[in-house]
């Protein structure tokens, strides 16, 4: 009997990442590989299994259309032979399902419940505004990396241009148009990967999980110069989640940035470089300083303090960086990112 209490005892004491009395570390380290490979495997397998998902949304509504009457029509090839307004729409209907579904899907799997996944906790209005205005900064200047990035590519001799969306000046087109790049990739996208990737690896420690989650965003957008910025912004949009343990954040800077990239894109269209040139120095100075005096209000509000969940982790980054890429799930969705960006700089 006094043998078992002092097992039952030692148990007690005994944690899972730290070993017994906080020593041996080494079983934990390898307790926690394994959870982060297993996470990592399920959240790049939900990531994958959008993109699949997207490609069947579209050739069921293909088939639909066909079956109801719709015929390929040549002069509207860039809008896969369909009417502009009927093609944004069906677009943003399929990029929305294609990635909430599977999203919503792996919450309800694994049983985790949407206040958990998808925390919006209240902020004073100034802190958010703060994050918001301090991350639509670092957007803008995630500009400059992807550029370069960009003009080395060509310079190489390869394809280092993002192709362009095809438009029509149909009003009704032009407003689907927006709605899919403004409206529905901060809420998608936010749900996803600072919602079911980001929130799964936070128990890694935040930084890890802002880091991881920007890096495997970043991959999704399938080119080198837009995987760069998207990379950078997903560190600041990352952030302003996890200090605000809210989604609110990033997704108001996913939207701002998002309207201005739709804005100077309408602007050029009608009224052309100078204008475009105009305008964007403009809001890029105004995001500058909106950013610096965000960057101080919160160093003076919060000290850049992470509201860190290290959940007893062991595993220094680098650890933890290499059991994110040891597993089945995100070794194939690198390879997909790889074979997509290659196409496109060999313009395909």
Same mark, same amino acid.
């Given at each position: 009997?006094?043998l078992?209490?002092?097992?039952r005892?030692?148990t007690?004491?005994y944690d899972?990442f730290?070993?017994?009395?906080?020593?041996?570390?080494?079983?934990?380290?390898?307790?926690?590989?394994?959870?982060?490979?297993?996470?990592a495997?399920?959240?790049?397998?939900t990531v994958i299994?959008?993109?699949?998902?997207?490609?069947? /949304?579209?050739?069921?509504?293909?088939f639909?259309?066909?079956?109801v009457?719709?015929?390929y029509n040549?002069?509207?090839?860039e809008f896969s032979?369909?009417p502009?307004?009927l093609?944004?729409?069906l677009?943003?209907?399929?990029?929305a399902?294609?990635?909430?579904a599977p999203?919503l899907l792996?919450f309800?799997l694994?049983?985790?419940?949407?206040? *958990?996944?998808?925390p919006?906790?209240r902020?004073?209005?100034?802190?958010?505004a703060a994050?918001?205005?301090f991350?639509c900064? *670092?957007?803008?200047?995630?500009?400059?990396?992807?550029e370069w990035?960009s003009?080395?590519?060509?310079?190489?001799?390869?394809?280092?241009v993002?192709?362009?969306t =095809?438009?029509?000046d149909?009003p009704?087109?032009?407003?689907?148009?927006?709605?899919e790049?403004?409206?529905?990739? =901060?809420?998608v996208e936010?749900?996803?990967?600072?919602?079911?990737?980001?929130?799964? /690896?936070?128990?890694?420690?935040d930084?890890?999980a802002?880091?991881a989650?920007?890096?495997i965003?970043?991959m999704?957008?399938?080119?080198?110069?837009q995987t760069?910025?998207?990379?950078f912004a997903?560190?600041?949009?990352g952030?302003a989640?996890?200090q605000a343990?809210s989604?609110?954040?990033?997704?108001?800077?996913?939207?701002?940035?998002? /309207?201005v990239?739709?804005?100077?894109?309408l602007t050029?269209?009608?009224?052309?470089?100078?204008?475009?040139?105009t305008i964007?120095?403009?809001?890029?100075?105004?995001?500058?300083i909106?950013?610096?005096?965000?960057?101080?209000?919160?160093?003076r509000r919060?000290g850049f303090?992470?509201?860190q969940?290290?959940?007893?982790t062991v595993?220094?980054?680098s650890?933890?960086?290499a059991?994110?890429?040891?597993?089945?799930?995100?070794?194939?969705f690198t390879?997909?990112f790889l074979t997509l960006s290659v196409?496109? /700089?060999?313009?395909?």
């Open positions: 009997m006094r078992f209490r002092k097992v005892r030692f007690m004491i899972t730290h070993g017994p009395f906080g020593y041996p570390p080494y079983f934990a380290a390898q307790a926690e590989k394994r959870q982060i490979r297993r996470t495997n399920q959240v790049s397998w299994f959008c993109g699949g998902l997207i490609f069947l /949304l579209t050739q069921a509504a293909v639909f259309l066909r079956a009457g719709y015929s040549r002069r509207l090839s032979g369909i502009p307004a093609y944004y729409l677009t943003c209907a399929v990029y399902l294609g990635i909430a999203a792996y309800a694994k049983r985790i419940p949407l206040q *958990v996944g998808l919006f906790r902020n004073r209005a100034a802190d958010t994050l918001v205005f991350g900064m *670092v957007c803008l200047l995630a500009n400059y990396p992807a990035v003009t080395l590519i060509e310079r190489a001799g390869f394809n280092g993002i192709p362009e =095809p438009l029509s149909d009704l087109v032009l407003t689907f148009y927006g709605i790049t403004v409206v529905v990739p =901060p809420l936010e749900l996803m990967f600072r919602g079911v990737v980001l929130q799964s /690896l936070r128990r890694f420690g930084g890890f802002v880091l989650s920007s890096l965003f970043g999704m957008h399938g080119n080198f110069p760069v910025f998207a990379f997903g560190l600041a949009m952030f989640a996890v343990d989604l609110l954040p990033s997704i108001l800077i996913h939207f701002i940035n998002n /309207l990239s739709f804005a100077l894109q050029n269209r009608y009224w052309g470089d100078a204008a475009v040139s964007s120095e403009i809001v890029s100075a105004a995001l500058l909106l950013g610096m005096l965000a960057l101080v209000y919160l160093v919060r303090r992470y509201r969940n290290r959940g007893g595993l220094t980054l650890g933890k960086m059991a994110l890429f040891s597993n089945p799930g995100t070794v194939i390879l997909l196409s496109v /700089l060999q313009g395909g």
